[in-house]
């Protein structure tokens, strides 16, 4: 099998443009997991390289299918020069190296949260898992791989993420729309859920 991660990163380049900054991250007994970080204007992009070297298994399944499964990769966007929003970097590893430790599917609508903030003085502590293709699209692979999928993270409170677990992603998603919430902001708070 070839090497995918050089793939993804032709792919993150190529939508995203050149990386101004990337770290990596080991957590024992996982892969390693790089983060790339890309400017645009006034808005910085937080990617992970390294969770889509292996599939993401069913975690009922009793042995992981080392070939087959879901491949994805996670971004963050938020307005730069408002917070230290570089520290993220430890935390979006830890989400992308859920999958080998806690043997989970990172997939669009779930919820994942790091249990500390995002950033310092940060209200988020979670992140919601929106769909992907709109800003990096999906990235074929030769049979019989699944295709690697860039899934944007969106910031929420505890507030709203607690809101989410009894009321859906989409439901949540459009409280956001419907108050103009600026996603983006690493400062925000938390939409009104009343």
Do not use: C
């Amino acid at each position: 099998m070839a090497d995918v991660l050089p793939l993804v990163e032709a792919r993150l380049r190529t939508a995203l443009g050149e990386p101004d900054a990337r770290a990596a991250v080991t957590f024992l007994g996982t892969d390693r997991i790089e983060v790339l970080r890309f400017r645009a204007g006034d808005i910085v992009r937080y990617a992970t390289l390294g969770m889509s070297a292996q599939p993401m298994a069913d975690p009922t399944a009793m042995v992981a299918d080392p070939v087959a499964g879901p491949r994805a990769e996670l971004i963050v966007s938020v307005r730069g020069g408002l917070a230290e929003t570089d520290k993220v970097l430890r935390p979006l590893a830890a989400l992308a190296a859920s999958p080998q430790v806690e043997g989970v599917v990172v997939a669009p609508g779930a919820s994942l949260d790091v249990g500390e903030p995002l950033w310092p003085g940060a209200a988020f502590t979670a992140v919601l898992v929106a769909e992907p293709g709109g800003l990096v699209e999906d990235l074929e692979l030769d049979e019989p791989l699944d295709p690697v999928r860039f899934l944007p993270l969106l910031p929420m409170t505890p507030n709203e993420a607690a809101w989410k677990r009894v009321h859906g992603a989409q439901a949540l998603q459009e409280r956001w729309l419907a108050s103009g919430t600026d996603l983006r902001d690493p400062s925000r708070r938390s939409v009104p859920l009343e």
